[in-house]
C-alpha cells in the first residue's frame, strides 16, 4: 500500500494520517486553510506595516519592503489568527480580490498583477455602456484618451473598398450633423447637415490632384460670396469684382510695387481698384507696379501728379486703375499746428482756421497759415462785439495773411479776438 502523503498537492492541505492521534486539530487545519482560499479576498495590498486592530480572518497581500512581523514575507497572503500572523505562500494562477481597490490580481508564480484579457480576440467591448453588433466597442464618458506609448501615436480607421466609408461622424442627440474622412470614395470630405438627412460637401480635397472644391470655396472664377474660401485661379476676377481688396507694398516711397496675389497682366482692366498701406510718404510724383507688371504712373482725383506727401502711411491709400495710370485717393487729412488747425482732401482742396487777437492799433496783424497753400487762398475774418464794426483781410499770399479789427470810428482795435479761415488749393 503507497505511503499517504502529508499535504495535498495543489493547496497543501494537511491530511489525516492512519491511526493518527487528535484527528480533529488535522481536519481544522485543512478547514482553516480553505477558510482563507475559497474566495479568496484581501483588504490590500499597499500597507507596509501589519495594522495595528486587524481582526482575526482579515487577510492582506504582503508588499515587497514591508517590515515589522511582515519583513520578508513579500508576495505572501497574511492572515490574522488567534491573535498572530499567519502567511501562506501562493500558487501560479491563485486569484485575489483586492477590496479596497475593487481589482481582482492573479499571481504569476512572481508577483501579483492584473490578468491579462482571458481571450485573444473579443466580440465586443462596452466601457460604461453597451456594445452591439455594429458599434463593437463602446465608451461612454467624459473624454477619450489615445496617447503615445514613447514617442508617436497613429490612429487608423481602414475601410474594405473605395466605395466604402472610413470616416469621423460628429452627432447631436444621436442626429449627423459633421462628418469628416473618406465618405463613398477616396477623396477627403469635410459634410456639413443641419438636420441629419440633407448634407452638403462644404470641403472636398481631390485624392489625385489635392485640389479643393466644395461650397466652402468659390464655385466660379468670379463668385464673390462672402465666407468662401478664395481659390488660386479665381482670385483675379474675384479682385476685378471687389473693389478696395487690401494688398501687401513694397519698393520705395516713389517707386511703388504692389503683390495682389491674382498674377494680374498687362493691360490691366479699367475700374480695378485696390488699397495699400505703404510704409513711407512719397516725397514727390510717383509710379505703382502691380504684381511685377510695369509701372504705370500714380495721380490725384484731378489727375495732377501727385504731391509729396500724398500717400500717407498713417493710414490706407485708395489706387483705382484708369486708362494707364492710377487714380489715388486717401482719407481727409486733418491736424493742427501752433497756428491754428488744418484740413486736407484728395481732391487739393485745403482749409485752415484760427483765433488770433489783433496786436497793434496801428498796423495789420500778420497770420502764418498752419500749411501752406499752393496759390493765394481766399481768406476771411470775423470780430464780434458792440464795440466792433467787423475785421478784414489784407495782402493775401500762399503762406500768410494781414488781418485787422475795426471799431465803429474806423480805427484799429488792439487786443481783439479774430476768427480767421482760408481756403484753397494745397496742390
Known amino acids: 500500500m503507497p505511503t499517504l502523503p502529508e499535504n495535498s498537492a495543489r493547496l497543501s492541505l494537511p491530511y489525516i494520517q492512519p491511526a493518527q492521534a487528535q484527528k480533529h486539530v488535522t481536519h481544522n487545519e485543512a478547514l482553516r486553510v480553505l477558510d482563507v482560499l475559497v474566495q479568496l479576498s484581501v483588504a490590500s495590498r499597499t500597507l507596509t506595516l501589519p495594522p495595528l486592530a486587524a481582526l482575526n480572518g482579515s487577510c492582506y497581500l504582503v508588499p515587497a519592503g514591508a517590515g515589522g512581523e511582515w519583513a520578508g514575507q513579500a508576495g505572501q497572503i497574511a492572515l490574522r489568527d488567534g491573535g498572530a500572523w499567519d502567511f501562506l505562500s501562493p500558487v501560479a494562477g491563485w486569484l485575489a480580490m483586492v477590496l479596497d481597490e475593487s481589482r481582482l490580481l492573479f499571481f504569476d508564480g512572481t508577483d501579483w498583477r492584473l490578468p491579462d484579457v482571458l481571450a485573444p480576440v473579443m466580440d465586443s467591448l462596452g466601457i460604461r455602456t453597451s456594445a452591439d453588433a455594429t458599434n463593437r466597442l463602446a465608451v461612454a464618458g467624459d473624454a477619450s484618451l489615445f496617447t503615445h506609448d514613447g514617442t508617436g501615436h497613429q490612429m487608423k480607421i481602414n475601410k474594405a473598398a473605395t466605395g466604402q466609408t472610413a470616416s469621423l461622424l460628429f452627432q447631436s442627440d444621436w442626429s449627423g450633423r459633421a462628418e469628416m474622412g473618406l465618405a463613398g470614395n477616396d477623396d477627403f470630405t469635410i459634410k456639413l447637415s443641419a438636420d441629419g438627412t440633407t448634407w452638403h460637401d462644404a470641403l472636398r480635397l481631390d485624392a489625385g490632384s489635392g485640389l479643393a472644391s466644395g461650397m466652402a470655396v468659390t ?123 488744418f484740413e486736407r482732401l484728395s481732391n487739393g482742396v485745403q482749409r485752415v482756421w484760427a483765433t488770433r487777437p489783433t496786436q497793434s492799433s496801428s498796423a495789420p496783424t500778420s497770420w502764418t497759415f498752419p500749411l501752406p497753400f499752393a496759390s493765394v487762398p481766399h481768406a476771411a475774418a470775423s470780430a464780434q462785439g458792440a464795440d466792433f464794426h467787423g475785421a478784414t483781410i489784407s495782402s493775401p499770399t500762399p503762406a500768410n495773411c494781414q488781418f485787422d479789427a475795426w471799431t465803429s470810428a474806423g480805427a484799429r482795435a488792439n487786443g481783439v479776438n479774430v476768427a480767421l479761415s482760408a481756403v484753397g488749393r494745397w496742390y
Not at 221 to 237: F, Q
Not at 270 to 288: C, K, M, S, V, Y
Open 219 to 341: 464655385q466660379t472664377p468670379g463668385d464673390t460670396t462672402p465666407g468662401r474660401l478664395l481659390k488660386v485661379g479665381d482670385s483675379a476676377a474675384v479682385l476685378a469684382a471687389t473693389p478696395l481688396l487690401r494688398v501687401p507694398v513694397g519698393g520705395s516711397a516713389n517707386a511703388l510695387a504692389l503683390t495682389s496675389g491674382a498674377g494680374f497682366a498687362a493691360p490691366l482692366p479699367d475700374g480695378l481698384e485696390l488699397r495699400f498701406r505703404a510704409t513711407l510718404a512719397n516725397t514727390g510724383a510717383a509710379t505703382l507696379a502691380l504684381d511685377a507688371g510695369p509701372a504705370l504712373p500714380c495721380v490725384t482725383p484731378t489727375g495732377a501728379a501727385l504731391p509729396a506727401g500724398f500717400i500717407r502711411p498713417e493710414c490706407d491709400t485708395r489706387a483705382r486703375h484708369h486708362a494707364g495710370q492710377w487714380v489715388l485717393e486717401r482719407a481727409p487729412e486733418t491736424g493742427s499746428t501752433a497756428q491754428g488747425q
